[in-house]
């Protein structure tokens, strides 16, 4: 079973950064796709960001050129990290780290395991 845990989340101004990080582990398999997705109120969750096992990466328009994704593994977990720059009101959300096995689109349908999530908020 997965098990994944977000920190990083916080309140920062406008044009500020933040750095989340997701440490996941309890994989079988090489092959898997660790995502960031995020939920506004009153909105759907969505996918911002996701990286497969083989390096390969996915950017929302929304956050192209602001936001990158990285990971690390070593022999117990992967570390996945979402840096994120140039931060706009509207990125304010909980932010959500995910997995699954296996190559998957960057679709929160897609993916069967969660963090309980942090909070982002974009204030001035």
């Known amino acids: 079973q997965l098990h994944l845990a977000e920190s990083g989340g916080g309140w920062v101004k406008p044009g500020g950064s933040l750095r989340l990080s997701c440490v996941a582990s309890?994989?079988?398999?090489?092959?898997?796709?660790i995502g960031w997705f995020r939920q506004a109120p009153g909105k759907e969750r969505e996918g911002i960001s996701c990286?497969?096992?083989?390096?390969?990466?996915?950017?929302d328009d929304s956050v192209k050129g602001r936001f990158t994704i990285s990971k690390d593994r070593d022999s117990a977990q992967i570390t996945v990290y979402l840096q994120m720059d140039s931060l706009k009101l509207e990125d304010t959300a909980d932010y959500y780290c995910?997995?699954?096995?296996?190559?998957?689109?960057?679709?929160?349908?897609?993916?069967?395991?969660w963090g309980q999530g942090t909070q982002v908020i974009v204030s001035s």
């Open positions: 990286i497969g096992s083989g390096g390969s990466t996915f950017y």
């Open positions: 995910a997995a699954t096995l296996g190559p998957r689109l960057c679709r929160a349908i897609d993916f069967d395991s």
């Open positions: 309890g994989f079988t398999s090489d092959f898997y796709a």
